[in-house]
């Protein structure tokens, strides 16, 4: 009881900062994602790279800080700073190039024994995370227009999938979908968060009318395709380097990447296909 109690109070006050980082305005969403990123790369540093050494805590930061230039770049753009699409391209080469190569460099005089391992993953964090979150700030801001219910509809679907395949798992879920990377995942329980997830899209059709209902159906049948994908690799990851979760900053819950593990992986796609429609 104590532990169900933990998890309820954990959700509670998850939802209430996300609601209201999301719907409170442009500088409070930028600030709710970005401390999301931030986060979502630590964890995932501190799984791939952390060996309780200072040169794997700076590695760490080095591998946070160009997770986050992605978002940072495209945060510059979407509040003015960069005039034009031109200029965004020039600043980004002329900012990304030399921190990357900065990594090598460091690396060189690290003396680890696998640096091109740790390398690797920088940059795997920075595909991984770093762009998925900067393409949510990308979708979001058009011109003067602040698209927050796209995104806060985005994760509802990501949450809906997740819920429906799992009530619909437990209850007749029989036949396994990946034994080898998550276990107690199964097709019937895949196919319930599918049709859950396309109903409550078309329910979002009806409300946030700023996408039509029938592109909002198609974007709930994105989510719930390629967030089950998201959820496996992330499981893939975790039994790979051998964690149970990703993180302990949610009690009940274990960490923010555990969390957002199925929106960053479905988001690249989703965006694709707003940036396609508008």
């Known amino acids: 009881m104590k532990g169900l109690w933990r998890r309820l109070n954990t959700a509670v006050i ?4 996300m609601l209201v980082g999301l719907f409170t305005g442009p500088y409070t969403f930028t600030a709710l994602f970005l401390l999301i990123t931030v ?3 630590w964890e995932f540093f501190t799984m791939t790279l952390d060996r309780h ?3 794997d805590r700076v590695r760490k930061i080095f ?3 160009l997770g986050i230039m992605p978002f940072g770049l495209v945060t510059v753009l979407n509040m003015g700073g960069l005039t034009d699409q031109e200029t ?5 080469s002329l900012l990304f ?3 990357v190569f900065t990594i090598f460099i460091y690396e060189l005089y690290s003396k680890s024994k696998e640096p091109f391992v740790n390398i690797a993953f920088m940059i795997l964090g920075l595909f991984y995370i770093g762009i998925p979150f900067a393409l949510v700030d990308y979708v979001a801001f058009e011109g003067d227009t602040f ?13 809906v999938n997740d819920t429906g395949a799992y009530l619909v798992g437990s209850q007749i879920g029989k036949t396994p979908l990946f034994p080898s990377v998550s276990p107690n995942k199964t097709w019937e329980g895949t196919a319930g968060g599918i049709i859950t997830t396309m109903v409550f899209g078309g329910l979002l ?3 946030f009318t700023e996408i039509p209902l029938e592109h909002w159906i198609v974007l709930a049948f994105i989510i719930a395709i390629f967030g089950g994908l998201g959820d496996l690799v992330e499981s893939m990851l975790k039994r790979s380097v051998g964690v149970k979760d990703s993180g302990s900053l949610l009690p009940g819950h274990g960490g923010v990447l555990d969390r957002f593990d199925a929106f960053i992986f479905a988001v690249p796609f989703a965006a694709a296909y707003i940036l396609y429609i508008r």
């Not at 998850?14 to 900062?17: D, E, G, K, P, R």
């Not at 927050?148 to 990501?158: A, N």
Request: hydrophobic content about 55%; charged content about 10%; glycine content about 8%.
């Open 14 to 17: 998850f939802v209430i900062i």
């Open 88 to 92: 965004f391209v020039q600043v980004a």
């Open 53 to 55: 050494t200072r040169r």
């Open 97 to 99: 190039s030399p921190f």
């Open 63 to 65: 591998g946070v800080i």
């Open 39 to 41: 986060a979502c790369l």
């Open 205 to 207: 059709g009806l409300t």
């Open 147 to 159: 698209y927050y219910k796209t995104i806060f509809g985005l994760l509802l679907l990501t949450w």
